[in-house]
């Protein structure tokens, strides 16, 4: 991948904490395909937004893996959730790589489509669902990157990374994209 112009990776930033409390226009919940709380960032996601989110999520209904649906945020500082479905890792070679960065695409699509300025992403798809962090964070940050390249909206992408490790390799794979060598 060529280096991306300076004003797309500054539009990208780590931070690290819980995303429920991040001030943005969306954050992301690594949701299951049911859109019903789980562990994890779903779960923290659906208590802090009570039980308006999970009464939405059940009109809104399935959603297939690699895709997103929104939602209102109920009582999170976020308007509006947007549940990305990640794989399950099951060793790489069943199209893991291609739907984590769908998942990742279709939520920015959702954001743009809204209008929205700001979203925050957690490392989808890397806790109970087992995708390897290393791997996530490069599909992440290069996915987010290509699509700001060609898009205005959103104007802002927080990687809200919940332990340092996390937030380590997404800040290393966008140093990699920095310097031209890919993530």
């Given amino acids: 991948m060529n280096p991306l112009p300076s004003e797309t990776l500054a539009r990208m930033k780590v931070v690290e904490g819980d995303i429920t409390t991040l001030d943005v226009d969306a954050i992301v919940n690594a949701a299951n395909s049911r859109l019903t709380p789980g562990g994890g960032v779903s779960g923290a996601i659906h208590r802090a937004a009570g039980p308006g989110l999970r009464e939405e999520c059940k009109t809104v209904g399935h959603c297939p893996t690699g895709d997103a649906r929104i939602t209102a945020g109920h009582r999170l500082r976020a308007r509006y959730v947007i ?7 099951h060793g790489g070679e069943a199209g893991e790589d291609a739907l984590l960065a769908s998942a990742y695409r279709r939520s920015l699509e959702l954001a743009r489509d809204h209008g929205l300025k700001s979203i925050a992403f957690p490392a989808i798809s890397t806790g109970i669902y087992g995708f390897p962090p290393d791997r996530a964070a490069r599909i992440a940050v290069r996915t987010v990157a290509e699509f700001l390249d060609a898009n205005p909206l959103p104007e802002t992408v927080l990687f809200c990374c919940f ?3 996390s937030a380590d390799l997404h800040r290393r794979a966008l140093e990699a994209l920095a310097k031209g060598s890919g993530a």
Avoid: K
């Avoid at 549940?83 to 890792?89: K, T």
């Fill in 83 to 89: 549940h990305a479905v990640g794989p399950r890792w």
């Fill in 163 to 165: 332990g340092r490790e």
